[in-house]
């Protein structure tokens, strides 16, 4: 027994040189699993950043501002920078160089106003531009403060109270955490861990089963005295461990990620520290282990690794449209779908992401399914390898 | 000591056309006798030849023995131990050249060789030193600490066949080893394997197959012909000529190789 788990370890070891020694794929894994964290943050927290400065800048643009003189002593009031629209905005608008939506101001507005007919005052974006659209938004409620002030003063001067215009008082409860709100915008992030687990682990688990099968060493190997059982398990626990590997470190690499982080709101929502990057690897130890498996077991029945390549690709597939079951149903989580692989480890981080506590009730499904499918999948590469081998 | 009796193994082979695209109707799978009946005895300290020509069963009969394929009848024995009772037993005392040969590229060629010495159950050290004898043995001390990337066919084949020897086995069995060997490499593969079956390199059981009949009359102390899956002829080089009446040893093996497709042809 003990020279059968020699054997484990002769075999591991020599994997792992083996893999370590392909320094071109390594380089080009670690490099964009490592990078990666960081890259994605700073994607992301440009955007947020943009957007936040959007919303700061209290400006207005206003076309026609000559006629309304009121709207502007408003606007002034609301201590909003008032700006003249360029002649052409409309255009300007369609091609998104301008990113502020539009107050368009009929000449007659003062006259219809004192005579309290109700001019229409038009707010002019672009659906297509995003920001327009953002700034719109903006616009319309400081109109309507606008117009409220009026309806106000109206009503004053006529003796009524303004309570009359507001029947009913309504305030909005936002019951998200700060954490909550940040996986709408973070909510890719375990998808990318996931992709960088099965990519780092899928070049060593094609070169030790398809690989050696292509170079012609899985017969002379089987042709040594060793249980076939050591065999596998030595090649599994070797890919297992460059999976892992690249696990930790793309986990790892989002916390120097986060110093990057260019907008404050963002930094203070994404709270991604030591416990989370723990929690992660809690979640994604047990899945490079079953996916590397997996991996072995598609590519030991093709004969090159090219052909390997082509098979393994369903599996990466599977990985990556799995989650988007997820983004389908709307955060609606069936209980089913901590069962699935992949689904499940995007579930459990987002979780994470979104600071809730991650219970033992949670862990334990995807545990179980890892372990099953490790099993099987190592089963079944034991059990091929011999005729693997032979044709 | 090899001992093999009565071997015999076929394969279905799947029909030509089955994953094609096709309006035929797939055939039924085709079933190829490979080996029919093949007896060989190889004693120790002596070079045996299996010879016959391709197709004739050589590298199956010796994959049944390494024990990657399991023979559908017969017996095969290494030094007592039953192949098919005790597959890792017997393996251990045999060093295999298979006919698949390949080394790891990013190792060196004392990486590989070590490891397969591992493999076998011996200490680093062990299997440093021996590697190291080895590499004296078929002079290549020079590429050892280079990765096997990059070896030409005679560096691999050297490389290869060390791994094979690495555990210093009393069985050694070579599958066509001096394929794309040159004629010095071949020479000093040939001088190798006269040192290995003296009493003094251990006198080895040495198996050795091919299709080649110089190598067979420079080599072997006896020849098994193979021909259809059949050991067809059994005796030493001079035996062979007097047994088909020939002087020429080429004539002799055509004759005994291929006399019963002249006998059907007939």
Known sequence: ?391 | MIHIEHLAKQFNVPAAGRFGIGFKRAAAPRIVQAVRDVNLHAPDGRITGLLGPNGAGKTTTLRMLAGLISPDAGRMAVDGIDVAADTRKALARMGVLSDARGLYPRLSARENIVYYGRLHGMSAEAANARAESLAQMFDMSALLDRRTEGFSQGERMKTALARALVHDPANIVLDEPTNGLDVLATRALRDSLRWLRSPAGGAKCIVFSTHIMQEVERLCDSVVVVAHGRTVATGSVSELLVQTCEQDFEEAFVKLAFAEEEGAAA
């Open chain 1, 1 to 391: 027994m003990t020279k059968n788990w020699q054997t484990v370890v002769t075999i591991f070891r020599k994997e792992i040189v083996d893999a370590l020694r392909d320094r071109r794929t390594l380089l080009t894994v670690l490099a964009s699993s490592v990078l990666m964290g960081p890259l994605v943050l700073l994607a992301i927290s440009g955007l947020v950043a943009s957007l936040e400065s959007n919303a700061e800048q209290r400006e207005v643009v206003v076309a026609g501002l000559g006629f309304a003189p009121t709207l502007k002593n408003y606007f002034e009031r609301q201590t909003f920078t008032v700006r003249d629209a360029p002649a052409d905005f409309e255009a300007k608008l369609r091609s998104a160089t301008l990113t502020d939506a539009v107050v368009v101001v009929p000449k007659d507005f003062e006259a219809a106003l004192q005579r309290g007919d109700a001019p229409i005052v038009e707010i002019v974006a672009d659906s297509a531009n995003q920001r327009s659209q953002a700034s719109s938004g903006r616009t319309a409620r400081l109109l309507g403060g606008f117009s409220r002030e009026r309806a106000t003063l109206n009503l004053a001067m006529r003796g009524v109270s303004p309570d009359v215009l507001e029947p009913v008082r309504v305030e909005e409860r936002d019951l998200a955490s700060t954490q909550t709100r940040a996986t709408q915008i973070t909510g890719m992030l375990p998808f990318f861990v996931l992709m960088a687990v099965l990519t780092g682990a899928l070049n060593a688990a094609l070169d030790t089963t398809a690989g050696e099968r292509e170079r012609g060493s899985l017969e002379p190997l089987l042709m040594s005295p060793t249980e076939r059982w050591a065999l596998v398990l030595g090649k599994w626990g070797a890919v297992a461990s460059v999976g892992m590997l690249i696990a930790v470190l793309s986990c790892f690499s989002f916390l120097p990620g986060q110093w990057l982080l260019r907008s404050d709101t963002l930094a203070a929502m994404f709270q991604y520290g030591l416990r989370e990057a723990l929690l992660f690897l809690v979640v994604l130890l047990p899945f490079a282990a079953a996916a590397s498996a997996l991996l072995m077991a598609v590519a030991i029945r093709c004969k090159t690794f090219k052909e390997a390549q082509a098979s393994t690709t369903v599996v990466m597939l599977a990985a990556s449209l799995l989650p988007l079951i997820n983004v389908f149903s709307l955060g609606q989580e069936a209980p089913w779908y901590l069962w699935v692989p992949a689904l499940a480890q995007n579930l459990l981080m987002t979780r994470v992401l979104k600071g809730d506590a991650l219970g033992i009730e949670q862990v334990a499904a995807p545990l179980i399914v890892c372990a099953l499918i490790a099993t099987v999948a190592v089963w079944f590469v034991a059990r091929t390898l011999r005729s693997a081998a032979v044709r």
